[in-house]
């Protein structure tokens, strides 16, 4: 231990071997890739998979590159995966498990709308959205309603089920709100006072059940706005 060795456990920086940073687990097609921080940190990083979260089983030798794919697993069930940073003959602290699930569709759908085509005044509370979404995954896209989780990998591993269905909300709590078919358009009632700022909620999910990040649109209500329609009629003024 640390203290037969005359270190302070209470000190990084006498540490042999450096406590882990960011990790990331990410289910694929079959397999599951594994990412980690600080790849030259250590001489050796172990992997451990299993299917019982309380028996990691036999570690596998993972290099120093800072990733690693595990192959051979099967689609649609659960693993538990652990990490354990190698310095030398030191054996840093396993992780904590982390459960993944393989599938042949773990991609969410990317998507994106806009409020009456990205004006920044309704005359109006009602308003069109339009509405852009696919399953197929968008290499170098900015953010969206998939937020960089997907890459070259999901192109080359993951099927894509397709299937897009939509939602949207006068606020971010979308539980009760009803899936429907995917649309170009979407007639809307803003939710909010003339003179304020409305925000509109919008959510994608694929024939998987893979459902993207919750994304929004803001649009400022005129402080003349009506209630019902934006047309509005002037009629010229008579003197008698």
Same mark, same amino acid.
């Given at each position: 231990?640390?203290?037969?060795?005359?270190?302070?456990?209470?000190?990084?920086?006498?540490?042999?071997?450096?406590?882990?940073?960011?990790?990331?687990?990410?289910?694929?097609?079959?397999?599951?890739?594994?990412?980690?921080?600080?790849?030259?940190?250590?001489?050796?990083?172990?992997?451990?998979?299993? !299917?019982?979260?309380?028996?990691?089983?036999?570690?596998?030798?993972?290099?120093?590159?800072?990733?690693?794919?595990?192959?051979?697993?099967?689609n649609d069930t659960t693993y538990f995966v652990w990490v354990q940073g190698i310095n030398g003959n030191a054996a840093g602290e396993m992780s904590e498990?982390?459960?993944?699930?393989?599938?042949?569709?773990?991609?969410?759908?990317? $998507?994106?709308?806009?409020?009456?085509?990205?004006?920044?005044?309704?005359?109006?509370?009602?308003?069109?959205?339009?509405?852009?979404?696919?399953?197929?995954?968008?290499? $170098?896209?900015?953010?969206?309603?998939? !937020?960089?989780?997907?890459?070259?990998?999901?192109?080359?591993?993951?099927?894509?089920?397709?299937?897009?269905?939509?939602?949207?909300?006068?606020?971010?709590?979308?539980?009760?709100?009803?899936?429907?078919?995917? !649309?170009?358009?979407? !007639?809307?009632?803003?939710?909010?006072?003339?003179?304020? +700022?409305? +925000?509109?909620?919008?959510?994608f999910r694929d024939a998987a059940g893979n459902e993207s990040l919750i994304i929004n649109d803001m649009i400022d209500l005129d402080a003349n706005a009506t209630g019902?329609? $934006?047309?509005?009629?002037?009629?010229?003024?008579?003197?008698?």
């Amino acid at each position: 231990s640390e203290v037969r060795n005359q270190r302070n456990p209470l000190d990084p920086k006498d540490d042999q071997v450096r406590p882990l940073g960011k990790l990331r687990f990410r289910p694929l097609n079959g397999m599951l890739m594994i990412d980690w921080s600080y790849p030259l940190s250590y001489t050796n990083m172990l992997g451990y998979v299993s !299917a019982d979260p309380n028996n990691p089983g036999k570690p596998f030798d993972m290099g120093q590159k800072g990733d690693f794919v595990v192959n051979g697993l099967a689609n649609d069930t659960t693993y538990f995966v652990w990490v354990q940073g190698i310095n030398g003959n030191a054996a840093g602290e396993m992780s904590e498990p982390e459960a993944v699930t393989p599938k042949a569709d773990p991609d969410m759908p990317a $998507g994106a709308f806009l409020i009456e085509n990205g004006q920044e005044v309704a005359l109006s509370k009602q308003v069109q959205l339009a509405i852009s979404a696919t399953d197929t995954p968008l290499l $170098g896209a900015a953010q969206g309603a998939a !937020a960089h989780m997907t890459d070259m990998l999901s192109l080359m591993i993951n099927e894509v089920s397709g299937g897009v269905e939509m939602r949207f909300s006068n606020t971010e709590d979308m539980t009760g709100v009803a899936w429907e078919p995917l !649309a170009a358009s979407k !007639a809307w009632t803003l939710d909010c006072d003339p003179g304020e +700022t409305c +925000t509109v909620y919008g959510q994608f999910r694929d024939a998987a059940g893979n459902e993207s990040l919750i994304i929004n649109d803001m649009i400022d209500l005129d402080a003349n706005a009506t209630g019902n329609t $934006g047309n509005q009629l002037f009629l010229p003024a008579v003197s008698r």
